[in-house]
């Protein structure tokens, strides 16, 4: 069922129009983020819940965006897992040769 919607959209908006609107989720994301370590937040402030959720929301829009290029180009989510597996461990080697 969600891959339905998340078909129906990006076939919707058309792939190139969607690529740019994942642009511009990263880069939400990447402000949020910068945001969240450049402002005083003290453990269990305002300041620090609304920062985590402003950087959640953003995390949340990204893996949309992800998930409508997956099934828009039909790629197994398995597949995704195995390749990002051996990333980890590809840079868990490199960290020890540091």
Do not use: C, W
């Not at 959209?9 to 792939?15: D, F, L």
């Not at 597996?85 to 490199?94: A, C, F, G, H």
Request: aromatic share 10%; no cysteine.
């Amino acid at each position: 069922m969600q891959e339905e919607k998340l078909l129906k959209i990006i076939n919707h908006y058309g792939v190139i129009p969607q690529l740019k609107h994942f642009q511009s989720e990263v880069f939400e994301l990447t402000e949020a983020i910068i945001d969240y370590r450049y402002v005083e937040v003290y453990k269990g402030s305002p300041a620090e819940k609304y920062h985590k959720e402003h950087i959640a929301e953003e995390i949340a829009d990204v893996e949309v965006m992800l998930l409508q290029f997956k099934e828009y180009y039909h790629i197994n989510g398995n597949d995704i897992l195995k390749i990002m597996n051996e990333k980890i461990d590809r840079q868990l080697k490199r960290l020890e040769k540091e």
